[in-house]
């Protein structure tokens, strides 16, 4: 694609291999007409959806033994959609959303280099409410809490398109503060369980990354 340059890698996931669109590097920047700048997106920002990022793999590889028997899932801010497309293979009906505008294309490009149908996408809007999706059963997303403002967009979309009883699973790799976006969603009900995860095969004990997994029961709260 014309204005900036991409590779292909090969990721394993849970035995299975992935092959994958990325850009070649973090400083790739094609914005001619503007649309980032309109969605608030910064040339330093710009090439950062594009990379395969560890949290996004460590994502993807609880995604491939999660249970997720007759649930809805939704990537939050899914980049190039490594996760949704573990899910896909799986056979269950998740649905992607991502600020960036070429975000779909290249989801759409991986889902087709996976033998994958196209995985369903919504684009984020600064401020642009998702009531046209519905309800999940479960929200997934990596790297998203350093960000306070983007914490802040989650917890909303949680709150607004959670079901009753509803599940949340985000890795942190360890370079923010994850306590306000765990408060913001105690709020609503849902307890925390927290596994540390290696980030790299150098990263020693403790490890500072982090699965958050969020769950509610509202069924069983109500009885």
Same mark, same amino acid.
């Given at each position: 694609?014309?204005?900036?340059?991409?590779?292909?890698?090969?990721?394993?996931?849970?035995?299975?291999?992935?092959?994958?669109?990325?850009?070649?590097?973090?400083?790739?920047? @094609?914005?001619?007409?503007?649309?980032?700048?309109? %969605?608030?997106? @910064?040339?330093?920002?710009?090439? /950062?959806?594009?990379?395969?990022?560890?949290?996004?793999?460590?994502?993807?590889?609880?995604?491939?033994?999660?249970?997720?028997?007759?649930?809805?899932?939704?990537?939050?801010?899914?980049?190039?959609?490594? =996760?949704?497309?573990?899910?896909?293979?799986?056979?269950?009906?998740?649905?992607?959303?991502?600020?960036?505008?070429?975000?779909?294309?290249?989801?759409?490009?991986?889902? =087709?280099?996976?033998? /994958?149908?196209?995985?369903?996408?919504?684009?984020?809007?600064?401020?642009?409410? %998702?009531?046209?999706?519905?309800?999940?059963? /479960?929200?997934? =997303?990596?790297?998203?809490?350093?960000?306070?403002?983007?914490?802040?967009?989650?917890?909303?979309?949680?709150?607004?398109?959670?079901?009753?009883?509803?599940?949340?699973?985000?890795?942190?790799?360890?370079?923010? @503060?994850?306590?306000?976006?765990?408060?913001?969603?105690?709020?609503?009900?849902?307890?925390?369980?927290?596994?540390?995860?290696?980030?790299?095969? =150098?990263?020693?004990?403790?490890?500072?990354?982090? %699965?958050?997994?969020?769950?509610?029961?509202?069924?069983?709260?109500?009885?």
């Amino acid at each position: 694609m014309p204005g900036f340059k991409t590779r292909n890698v090969k990721v394993t996931i849970g035995g299975d291999s992935y092959l994958l669109r990325v850009l070649s590097d973090k400083q790739q920047l @094609s914005d001619l007409e503007g649309h980032g700048k309109r %969605l608030h997106i @910064s040339s330093a920002q710009w090439g /950062l959806f594009g990379q395969l990022w560890p949290s996004g793999q460590l994502l993807a590889q609880a995604m491939c033994r999660f249970d997720i028997e007759g649930k809805r899932i939704l990537q939050f801010s899914c980049g190039i959609g490594l =996760a949704s497309i573990v899910l896909m293979r799986r056979g269950v009906e998740v649905i992607a959303c991502d600020e960036h505008p070429l975000a779909e294309p290249f989801l759409a490009h991986n889902a =087709a280099l996976n033998g /994958l149908p196209p995985v369903r996408f919504h684009q984020l809007r600064h401020g642009q409410e %998702l009531s046209a999706l519905g309800t999940f059963d /479960l929200f997934i =997303a990596s790297d998203v809490l350093q960000d306070r403002s983007q914490a802040e967009v989650m917890a909303n979309v949680v709150l607004r398109h959670a079901k009753p009883s509803a599940e949340v699973v985000i890795i942190d790799p360890g370079l923010s @503060s994850s306590e306000e976006f765990s408060r913001m969603l105690g709020k609503q009900r849902f307890a925390l369980k927290s596994t540390r995860c290696r980030m790299h095969d =150098a990263d020693p004990e403790p490890y500072r990354g982090q %699965l958050l997994h969020y769950s509610r029961n509202m069924s069983c709260a109500a009885t």
